[in-house]
């Protein structure tokens, strides 16, 4: 099967898990009535349903808020996700407090800041690794 006709199985099991039919009447209402962009058309929906087309990722984050599911999941599927969950968690794990501390100081950086920071940690990486620039 190819990654559309996966999503569109997906897209069709969240519809119904969420208590709608998995009719693009349906999903053209439910979808516009929520999305703040360009209305999406009948035929677009259809597309999504029959795995002709894969919505752009602003889209997905409606059908998936709307839905009750994760983004990631709809989109690539719940094993996928499943994957990202557990690679984030043993990342958080291996934190301590002072590495928390600092990453979310280094977010709170204005972008030109963030960039010297990421600049000189690569130059330290680069020394201790043994790998010159």
């Given amino acids: 099967m190819n990654e559309k006709l996966e999503f569109a ?3 069709r099991k969240a519809m119904l898990s969420a208590g709608y039919e998995a009719r693009p009447a349906v ?8 999305y703040w962009g360009r209305s999406v058309s009948f035929q677009a929906v259809s597309r999504w349903l029959r795995g002709e087309a894969i919505p752009s990722q602003d889209k997905l ?3 998936a808020e709307w839905l009750k599911v994760e983004p990631h999941a709809l989109r690539y599927g719940e094993e996928a996700a499943l994957s990202i969950r557990e690679k984030r968690k043993q990342w958080e794990e291996a934190l301590d407090y002072g590495e928390r501390e600092a990453i979310e100081q280094y977010l709170s950086l204005p ?12 130059a330290f990486a680069q020394v201790y690794s043994g790998k010159n620039p």
């Fill in 9 to 11: 199985e997906r897209l």
């Fill in 27 to 34: 999903l053209e209402k439910g979808f516009n009535s929520r």
């Fill in 61 to 63: 984050q409606v059908l």
């Fill in 111 to 122: 972008a030109p800041q963030r960039k010297i920071v990421r600049e000189v940690i690569s």
